[in-house]
T-cell receptor, first 112, second 118 residues
Framework: GENVEQHPSTLSVQEGDSAVIKCTYS??????FPWYKQELGKRPQLIID?????GEKKDQRIAVTLNKTAKHFSLHITETQPEDSAVYFC???????????FGKGTRLSVIA | ETGVTQTPRHLVMGMTNKKSLKCEQH?????MYWYKQSAKKPLELMFV???????ENNSVPSRFSPECPNSSHLFLHLHTLQPEDSALYLC?????????????????FGAGSRLTVL
């Protein structure tokens, strides 16, 4: 099965700074790479995803980059705001019809 | 509401009780999932159903028994649970389990059922 590692496990940044969270995976056949955000007391929600034929995708202040050779992908948040404070999960999709396997999460705190 | 509804939202049960968690979606999705969320393992996959057929059982103890009577409903039957089973149980759905086209594999989560086993 897919082994997923997220780093760091916690991250504190000043408002306005950038945040980067990295996810490494083991299955070289993985082809789908999403990031989910879970605010305190709420359900996880997809914020951005990328497929294996694309190296980077951007949506306003968030972006995801993929390095298939090194088997990792990263979430980038620029100009962080207090509402970005949440736990972020990566969930790389392995080969075939295997379901998403979530990383252990990164708790991001944006300090005003 | 996201379109995935879970009931009950909170449940307290003794170790000898039998109870069930219910999940319902009217998004037209064909895949439904149970995840367990605890401090130890933040989002642990338990079961997957795709077009009503169970496709994944992630080595879940038999005291958890899933049921999927149709693509819109998913149950988790609980029997003889242990205190360490106390957690938030999240249901999710997606259009399809397979990554066949854009958005098909995006998970929509319910709000969860908070279970406490005494």
């Amino acid at each position: 099965g897919e082994n997923v590692e997220q780093h760091p496990s916690t991250l504190s940044v000043q408002e306005g700074d950038s945040a980067v969270i990295k996810c490494t995976y083991s299955d070289s056949a993985s082809n789908y790479f999403p990031w989910y955000k879970q605010e305190l007391g709420k359900r996880p929600q997809l914020i951005i995803d990328i497929r294996s034929n694309v190296g980077e995708k951007k949506d306003q202040r968030i972006a995801v980059t993929l390095n298939k050779t090194a088997k990792h992908f990263s979430l980038h948040i620029t100009e962080t705001q207090p509402e970005d404070s949440a736990v972020y999960f990566c969930a790389p999709r392995g080969a075939g019809n295997t379901p998403l396997v979530f990383g252990k999460g990164t708790r991001l705190s944006v300090i005003a | 509401e996201t379109g995935v509804t879970q009931t009950p939202r909170h449940l307290v049960m003794g170790m000898t009780n039998k109870k069930s968690l219910k999940c319902e979606q009217h998004l037209g999705h064909n895949a439904m999932y149970w995840y367990k969320q605890s401090a130890k393992k933040p989002l642990e996959l338990m079961f997957v159903y795709n077009f009503k057929e169970q496709t994944e059982n992630n080595s879940v103890p038999s005291r958890f028994s899933p049921e999927c009577p149709n693509s819109s409903h998913l149950f988790l039957h609980l029997h003889t649970l242990q205190p360490e089973d106390s957690a938030l149980y999240l249901c999710a759905s997606s259009q399809d389990q397979r990554v066949t086209f854009s958005g098909a594999n995006v998970l929509t989560f319910g709000a969860g059922s908070r279970l406490t086993v005494l």
